[in-house]
Structures are given as structure tokens and as C-alpha cells.
């Protein structure tokens, strides 16, 4: 058995509470494969990163479990963490950025703020639009969705259906057939699928619901999803549909499951595209495994 190192952090969070919990193995040198996941089964987050060297030219190396599965990419883990590794003394930025490496490549993370409450934003593995039909969509999706809208299955790691919703405060209000997703999901091999509309106001412009019980079944809506907010920002850029101004804009995520999730997301002019926000560390402890 052997001490080490523990943290429970909520990402995209501007307090402790409102996010997604994310927890964080910083020594895990010595762990194989079958330990880390045995470790993210117990601990039951919706995902456990483990930090480790790195074995190229990149900053840190992370590998990323769910209770059931590793993950090539997610966007809450990744973007905890770069602000574990930074926050605890693991890596030090140069010229205010870091190099990610995980199984889905090497990712450039930026750096800003102070150094005891850092901003991270990561930029999101290259997403693309798969040309999968999206079969029987479940009929509170086509209910829900906006005026002659179809799903369409994107991937950057994970695989989200995306829908835009007629409005926001329909979205808001739906209450999700679980066993219906969870069906379509699987029939399609997606993640799940992530739900947005606009919604203009002072704090944010768009609001996202993800739902992926089949991926997740203890936590079948996602509070805060980096990587769906990602590749909805690519289909809004495909359209020249982006909200806010020179490509950035907040999403509100997790309001319907007691959370308060901001996304900050950013669309280059090239396509690249990033996400950040805020992370709060809510445990510090020792892991004996």
C-alpha cells in the first residue's frame, strides 16, 4: 500500500458546489491500468485523472477513468487537471502556457490570473462531424427540437448527439426519458447526446443539457460538460451562428441538477477551439492503494 496524493475539485465553478466533481490522483507512478480503474470504480465520480510524467515533450501526462471505462478525452478532467498539476507545484508554465498529454494527443493549455486561483483554458482535440444517420431519435427529442433540426453525432474522444432545442426555457423545463436515451445511445454507440439553445443575459448566452445514461448511468445528466460544449461550438461556427462577440461566450450548464456551471469557451479564427473556467478545491487528503 502505498501514500498518495489526493484531491476533489469542482470544475467550471466560480464556488464549491456549483460544478462538476472531478478527482484527482497526483502521484500515480507505480499504478497499471487495472488499479486506476479499480481506484475511479471506488472513488464513483463521474471521472477520476491520474497525473504521471510525461514521456514526450509535453508538460504532464493524464490519463482519464470513469467508474467503468478509460476515456481518450474529457473536458472537465482535463481542464482540473492542468490546474492540479500547476496548483500543486507539479509543472510551471512558460510564457503562460502548458502541454497536456493523454491518450487522445498533446494539448496546449493557456494559463491567466493569479497563482493561487489560476484560469485554465485547454484547447479541445479537433472535432468532427461523423456522418452516422441518427436512427429513431427518441420522440421527446424531435418534440424538443428547433424548427427543421436534426440530431448530428459529433466527435472530439467522446461521440455527442447534438440538437439544438426550439428554446432555452424549454429546455430548462424538460425532465429527460432516461430509458429512451439510454436506448438511442446505445443503438447509435454515442456518449450520449448534449441539448442547447440561446439565451442571452448578463452571466452567460447559451444554455447546454447533456444526457448520457447509458455512458453513465449513476449520473445520467451530465452537471458541466467540457467536451459537448466543445463540439457545440463547432456546430455553431459551422453555421457562423457563434453567440457573443470574436468568437467567445459563457454556457450555462447543471442549473436542473443543483449545480451552476459556467463554460468559458473561445472559437479561433482558424476553427481551434478552447474551454475554461474556474476550479475550486473542495478535499485535499492521502490515498492509501
Known amino acids: 500500500m502505498t501514500v498518495r496524493r489526493y484531491l476533489q475539485l469542482d470544475v467550471f465553478s466560480a464556488r464549491p458546489g456549483a460544478g462538476n466533481p472531478l478527482g484527482v490522483v497526483l502521484d500515480s507512478d507505480g499504478l497499471d491500468s487495472q488499479d486506476m480503474q479499480a481506484i475511479a470504480a471506488w472513488l464513483n465520480l463521474s471521472e477520476t485523472v491520474f497525473l504521471l510524467p510525461s514521456d514526450d515533450e509535453a508538460s504532464y501526462r493524464v490519463r482519464i477513468f470513469t467508474p467503468c471505462c478509460e476515456l481518450p478525452f474529457a473536458g472537465h478532467p482535463s481542464v482540473g487537471a492542468a490546474w492540479a498539476a500547476l496548483t500543486c507545484g507539479r509543472v510551471r508554465p512558460r510564457n503562460g502556457l502548458l502541454v497536456q498529454q493523454c491518450a487522445a494527443g498533446r494539448l496546449p493549455v493557456r494559463v491567466s490570473g493569479p497563482p493561487q486561483a489560476p484560469l485554465i483554458e ?75 439553445a440561446p439565451e442571452p443575459c448578463p452571466t452567460h448566452a447559451l444554455v447546454v443539457r447533456a444526457f448520457c445514461p447509458a455512458d453513465a448511468p449513476d449520473v445520467p445528466e451530465d452537471p458541466v460538460t467540457g467536451s459537448a460544449n466543445a463540439l457545440i461550438a463547432a456546430w455553431l461556427r459551422e453555421r457562423a451562428q457563434l453567440p457573443g462577440t470574436d468568437g467567445c461566450y459563457v454556457a450555462s450548464q447543471g442549473r ?14 482558424q476553427g481551434d477551439i478552447w474551454i475554461g473556467g474556474q476550479v475550486q478545491r473542495v478535499i485535499q487528503a492521502n490515498l492509501h492503494w
Do not use: H, K, Y
Open 256 to 269: 436542473e441538477v443543483g449545480r451552476d456551471g459556467q463554460v468559458q469557451l473561445r472559437v479561433e479564427a
Open 122 to 196: 485547454l484547447a479541445s482535440p479537433p472535432p468532427r462531424r461523423l456522418p452516422d444517420p441518427p436512427g429513431a431519435v427518441p420522440a421527446q427529442l424531435r418534440a424538443l427540437a428547433a424548427a427543421g433540426q436534426l440530431p448530428e453525432l459529433w466527435d472530439n474522444g467522446p461521440r455527442w448527439w447534438l440538437l439544438p432545442a426550439r428554446d432555452a426555457a424549454s429546455l430548462r423545463a424538460l425532465v429527460a426519458d432516461m430509458a429512451a436515451l439510454r436506448d438511442w445511445s446505445i443503438a447509435t454507440a454515442a456518449t450520449g447526446v448534449a441539448l442547447f
